[in-house]
């Protein structure tokens, strides 16, 4: 059966005339892109929000929104999972636009008081083999594609030669060599950074303004790839140490964006030997 993608913004219209919170991501640059592109629709749709910065914050009753991204790899994040875990029972709880793999015990929550939203269909279909019920289950587009190309339009300048944004921490798949000239420019910034809306705003900005150099991005870094494309660059594509490079490229890039090249140095989307071996622990049916 063909999976229909569900369109955020009218996800979120919903709320418009709600009080809710949203919690942001910790991570890179590209996790700022994430954050500044949710901020920014929240506000075009006037949605009343609330963001917690703090662990210390209790709340009974409310709707709250985690942020998009891709922190919810059992076996490489937990950080997203515990924040989920502790607003759950007692909370509406709303995962925007996510990477998924593992974490049975929460996906099945979705009988209860927590929403996800997949980025792609892999993580669907994962969630749905993980007993996630099918009403609390969307598929859709990472939130960096809800960002307006209006708001890049100073970007849009003409750039010259290559630039080389290989990523070098542990999403890395190993296979790309890596040049004297690589920037790895996601991971200028990296942390729990991103409930605080300027430096979202300016870091994202600042990502553009590097890229916008340059006529060609060669990168394995979902959100370099995604700034580029909108900044009408050819991108070239490759995937990182699990399936998320490429089941995103196939969700929501390849039919919209033809500038940008996917260079598959993999076999199949489950490829990775931490995937793989994680499959085998948690005794996966697939």
């Given at each position: 059966m063909e999976l229909v993608k569900v369109d955020i913004r009218n996800y979120l219209s919903n709320f418009i005339n709600q009080k809710v919170y949203f919690v942001p991501n910790p991570g890179n640059a590209g996790d700022a892109f994430i954050a500044?592109?949710?901020?920014?629709?929240?506000?075009?749709?006037?949605?009343?929000?609330?963001?917690?910065?703090?662990?210390?914050?209790?709340?009974?009753?409310?709707?709250?929104?985690?942020?998009?991204?891709?922190?919810?790899?059992?076996?490489?994040?937990?950080?997203?999972?515990?924040?989920?875990?502790?607003?759950?029972?007692?909370?509406?709880?709303?995962?925007?636009?996510?990477?998924?793999?593992?974490?049975?015990?929460?996906?099945?929550?979705t009988n209860n008081n927590l929403t996800i939203f997949c980025r792609e269909k892999v993580s669907y279909e994962l969630c749905m083999l993980n007993g996630a019920n099918k009403d609390n289950l969307y598929l859709s587009d990472d939130m960096a594609f809800y960002f307006p190309d209006s708001e890049l339009s100073e970007f849009r300048i003409k750039g010259s030669g290559r630039a080389y944004c290989i990523r070098t921490d542990g999403e890395s798949s190993k296979q790309i060599y890596i040049k004297d000239s690589n920037r790895d420019i996601s991971y200028s910034w990296n942390g729990e950074l991103w409930s605080n809306f300027l430096l979202s705003k300016y870091v994202t900005f600042s990502l553009a303004s590097y890229l916008c150099q340059f006529d060609e991005i060669e990168t394995d870094r979902l959100h370099i790839a995604i700034l580029a494309a909108k900044l009408n660059r050819k991108v070239i594509f490759y995937p990182n140490n699990y399936y998320k490079n490429r089941a995103v490229y196939e969700n929501s890039i390849a039919n919209t964006y033809k500038n940008v090249h996917f260079v598959n140095t993999s076999t199949d989307l489950l490829h990775s030997e931490y995937v793989m071996n994680l499959l085998k622990l948690n005794e996966f049916q697939m």
């Open positions: 500044y592109s949710t901020f920014y629709l929240f506000d075009e749709l006037g949605i009343n929000y609330e963001v917690i910065q703090s662990e210390s914050i209790s709340l009974t009753d409310e709707t709250i929104f985690f942020s998009g991204g891709g922190n919810l790899v059992e076996g490489k994040y937990d950080h997203l999972y515990n924040k989920i875990k502790k607003y759950l029972d007692n909370n509406k709880c709303i995962l925007l636009p996510h990477t998924i793999f593992g974490y049975q015990d929460l996906i099945r929550e």
